[in-house]
């Protein structure tokens, strides 16, 4: 069973950057995909990126490709997600999740078996 921790959320002005973290235990983390998704306030949670187990593949949503990247560091059970010229709309939680399969992570209808606390993530206008 696998535990995820995410961090590095706060409060940040449009067109800054954050950095969010996600420290994972439990099973060999390397053999886990990983991905974040986010969620607003009155809306569903939505599929961000996603990373898979050596880190040679990402996936992106459409609202923030060319913002935002994933990556990890399977040395450090860490995987990160480097946001840059935030926008209101990115406000939301974030939250880490970790599963065996990719396709549990990065498809149609996402379900991963692991996920964080979630972090909050405040973009002012």
């Known amino acids: 069973q696998a535990q995820v921790v995410e961090s590095g959320g706060g409060l940040v002005q449009a067109g800054g950057s954050l950095r969010l973290s996600c420290a994972a235990s439990?099973?060999?983390?390397?053999?886990?995909?990983m991905g974040w998704f986010r969620q607003a306030p009155g809306k569903e949670r939505e599929f961000v990126a996603g990373i898979n187990w050596t880190g040679g593949s990402t996936y992106y949503a459409d609202s923030v490709k060319g913002r935002f990247t994933i990556s990890r560091d399977n040395a450090k059970n860490t995987v990160y997600l480097q946001m840059n010229n935030l926008k209101p709309e990115d406000t939301a939680v974030y939250y880490c999740a970790a599963d065996g399969r990719l396709g549990n992570i990065v498809g149609p209808t996402p379900t991963p078996r692991y996920w964080g606390q979630g972090t909050q993530v405040t973009v002012s206008s």
């Open positions: 439990g099973r060999t983390f390397s053999t886990y995909e």
